[in-house]
């Protein structure tokens, strides 16, 4: 008997492995033979009712099918393919090409899941539609439902081609064509160019463009060149640059252009609330990283506005959080009107006594139905402010909040008139109507930059200091106003004034000769106070009071913020003897937008009539019921004051 080591073997054990070898090399190559020659078009009508069991849509190969296998990834090849579409579809085929060529993931498949990880396609029609009670005829289930159940495609490159796609419920329609651009001199690809028309959320939609030879719709490694020039409504974009993944849009990286007739049209765009605004333009560095927008280092012309800056979108939250820094380099207050609620013209209010036409507060409402979509930590400023009517505005400071439908400016300063006005502003949207607060803090407001159409008051020294509490319920800022609760309160102390202006209240016609022969003076602001209370939006002045040198001025009536109305009444008393004095009441009525004075021409007529009668006896005595022999003495202003200062009722 032979003796065999470990590791040796028989000469039968060997004389079998020889031979099992031998056949299994013949049976490999017999498969490859039989792959190379095999009539892949056999497989066509297995796969078309596979297809057709699991979708319920037909689909038909009716040219050649070929296959080439690989690892990870077999190749397919395929003429003259369509794929219907379900039932509640508008078109009847969701897919018509004339040549296809992709790869599939065998590892993916053999977990029943579909991946492409690169598609071509030549001469296509692909219909895309969603119903309005959410199926998806690119899903594959029998439903229409399952997101799982989808192809998912890597790169995607098409040479002349028809997109559709079409959602009911969003407004949107969307027609696009494809065609592929030969590549220039020099540059070692082609590219393809893009049409689309259509509507977009019910807004009508118009671009073109051009980008890279393939769509890269997942990949994430080669960003995607792209150009786009598009009209969306009423707004334009221009866009170059590049994008990461076209469904994901995982990273971004372009310049972008915007131009529209106000920043709120974009709500449907972007789905977060902008403000109203004139028309405006806009351009700088849009990116995207991960879950953060960055709108870097842009510029805007807004109406006649420019400002500049960087904001922020994170959308990794609950709501989208816009964060940024944004200054005017000039800042025209008209601008700010829409933001407000404020408009040229203006529909007729309907129950409202006052024409809309004819208000002046704004009254447009606020649309809260969109704070909600995002909240907001934004910081604005402005130096350089242009105002109308001269208005001494400047240097404007705040911090906007809004987070979870309550807007909030804390602070909101700006410098008013040589001073300063710190103000805190909150609206509660979460409220039907809103709920809305303000308090103003006035401090070292200076009389010569509040009146300079006197150049008297230039070298006034007068400050007013003061406070408004307001607390109203509405959806517009007259609204507010119209149902407000609070106080004002104002003081005037060591001020001066032109002296003009104070004879010509009281109607001292001699003095205001002799001035207009010598010359205008100032004379000394002994006490100003306001103090007028607030209520359902009726302004009433406890103390409305001005005492100077000449003129003792008391106030009385009412404001309506409602109806926009005026009932004043100034009560002029002389200080000092003068040889004329008419001394009428002066009356300031009328609405906010066509204020009328006139004074008591009754008691006027009986002065006169009264110098007359006197005048008959001796022409002398004319003048004695004009001469008015004032008191010589100062108005209680120091108690005027502490009661103006003292702690809101």
């Given at each position: ?424 502003v909150s609206l509660d949207g979460r409220q039907d109507p809103i709920q809305a607060r303000i308090k103003v803090q006035a401090r070292k407001i200076r009389l010569s930059k509040l009146f300079p159409t006197f150049d008297l008051n230039k070298t006034s020294i007068g400050q007013i200091n003061g406070v408004f509490d307001l607390e109203g319920k509405g959806n517009s800022v007259g609204r507010m106003l119209a149902t407000a609760n609070g106080r004002v309160a104002l003081v005037i102390a060591d001020g001066e004034i032109s002296k003009l202006m104070m004879e010509s209240v009281g109607l001292h016609l001699w003095e205001m000769l002799q001035l207009k022969i010598t010359g ?130």
């Amino acid at each position: 008997m032979q003796k065999l080591t470990p590791n040796s073997t028989s000469p039968s054990t060997q004389h079998f492995l020889k031979w099992s070898g031998g056949v299994l090399l013949a049976l490999v190559l017999l498969i490859v033979i039989a792959l190379l020659v095999f009539d892949w078009n056999w497989l066509r009508g297995p796969i078309t009712r596979l297809a057709s069991e699991k979708t319920g849509r037909v689909l038909a190969i009716s040219g050649d099918f070929k296959v080439k296998l690989g690892w990870p990834d077999a190749h397919l090849q395929a003429a003259n393919v369509t794929f219907a579409n379900p039932s509640w579809a508008k078109e009847a085929q969701m897919v018509t090409v004339e040549n296809v060529e992709a790869s599939i993931s065998l590892p993916q498949l053999f977990r029943k899941k579909i991946v492409l990880p690169e598609v071509r396609l030549a001469r296509a029609v692909v219909s895309l539609e969603q119903s309005p009670d959410g199926r998806k005829n690119w899903l594959l289930d029998r439903k229409q439902q399952d997101e799982e159940a989808r192809v998912t495609i890597g790169v995607l490159a098409l040479a002349q081609g028809k997109l559709n796609y079409d959602d009911a419920k969003q407004k949107t329609h969307i027609q696009s064509e494809v065609s592929t651009r030969a590549s220039a001199a020099g540059s070692p690809e082609a590219g393809v160019d893009f049409s689309v028309k259509g509507s977009f959320r019910g807004l009508a939609l118009y671009a073109r463009g051009s980008g890279g030879p393939v769509l890269s719709l997942r990949e994430e490694s080669a960003p995607y060149p792209l150009t786009i020039d598009a009209t969306i409504g009423r707004t334009t974009l221009h866009a170059a640059g590049r994008v990461t993944s076209l469904t994901r849009l995982t990273a971004i990286d372009m310049q972008l252009a915007l131009r529209g007739e106000s920043l709120g049209q974009l709500y449907p765009l972007l789905g977060v609330a902008l403000p109203e605004t004139p028309a405006y333009t806009t351009q700088g560095h849009l990116i995207r990283q991960a879950k953060q927008w960055r709108y870097e280092k842009f510029t805007a012309h807004i109406g006649q506005s420019d400002l500049a800056g960087t904001i922020r979108v994170d959308t990794a939250a609950k709501r989208p959080l816009l964060q940024g820094e944004v200054v005017y380099q000039t800042l025209h207050l008209a601008d700010l009107g829409p933001v407000i609620g404020a408009k040229k013209e203006k529909a007729a209010a309907a129950g409202q006594s006052v024409p809309a036409a004819a208000r002046v507060l704004p009254d447009v409402p606020f649309r809260t139905e969109r704070w909600d979509s995002l909240d907001a930590d934004v910081r604005l400023s402005a130096k350089t402010i242009h105002r109308a009517e001269s208005l001494p505005i400047d240097n404007l400071v705040t911090h906007l909040r809004l987070r979870d439908s309550v807007l909030a400016l804390d602070p909101l300063n700006f410098g008013f008139a040589g001073g300063q006005l710190t103000n805190v502003v909150s609206l509660d949207g979460r409220q039907d109507p809103i709920q809305a607060r303000i308090k103003v803090q006035a401090r070292k407001i200076r009389l010569s930059k509040l009146f300079p159409t006197f150049d008297l008051n230039k070298t006034s020294i007068g400050q007013i200091n003061g406070v408004f509490d307001l607390e109203g319920k509405g959806n517009s800022v007259g609204r507010m106003l119209a149902t407000a609760n609070g106080r004002v309160a104002l003081v005037i102390a060591d001020g001066e004034i032109s002296k003009l202006m104070m004879e010509s209240v009281g109607l001292h016609l001699w003095e205001m000769l002799q001035l207009k022969i010598t010359g205008d003076k100032v004379i000394n602001i002994r006490c100003g106070i306001a103090d007028l209370n607030v209520k359902q939006g009726v302004m009433q002045p406890e103390v409305l009071l001005l005492d100077t040198e000449v003129t003792s001025i008391n106030v009385t009536g009412q404001i309506d913020l409602g109806q926009e109305t005026l009932d004043l009444t100034l009560h002029p008393k002389t200080k000092q003897t003068s040889l004329i004095a008419l001394r009428p009441p002066i009356y300031v009525r009328g609405s906010f937008a066509h204020p009328a004075v006139s004074i008591d021409k009754g008691r006027l007529a009986a002065r006169g009539l009264g110098a007359i009668a006197l005048g008959l006896v001796n022409p002398f005595l004319l003048l004695v019921p004009l001469v008015e022999t004032g008191p010589g003495i100062d108005s209680d202003c120091g108690r005027l004051i502490k009661e103006a200062q003292a702690p809101s009722r």
